[in-house]
């Protein structure tokens, strides 16, 4: 997936010592004029702390094409594939 981090890239990016708080998600879709084809991208953003400055941090998770309709349902589907393939829904009393 290119630049993209697999599940343990992001754990490395993302330790949960260095993270009190939590994973944030953004996710921004489009179609291509010209082909007609549509992508969902997705960011995950969290605020990391080391000798106690803080600093934003933000790797993109996620990039692939959506079938089907543009509905809520199709959407939320596509991303909650990404975010689960990942784990980023872990409890936190579970970290």
């Known amino acids: 997936m290119g630049s993209i981090p697999s599940k343990t890239g992001l ?3 993302c ?3 260095a993270t009190p708080g939590l994973i944030l998600t953004t996710a921004d879709g489009w179609t291509v004029d010209t082909t ?3 992508f969902l991208g997705m960011t995950a953003h969290w605020i990391e702390v080391k000798d106690g400055k803080w600093k934003l941090q933000a790797e993109v998770i996620g990039f692939q094409g959506i079938l089907g309709d543009h509905s809520g349902a199709n959407l939320a589907g596509t991303s909650w594939a990404c975010v689960s393939e990942l784990e980023l829904l872990i409890p936190n ?3």
Request: no cysteine.
């Open 93 to 95: 009393n579970q970290r």
């Open 11 to 13: 754990l490395t990016l």
């Open 36 to 38: 007609k084809a549509s």
């Open 15 to 17: 330790t949960f010592q």
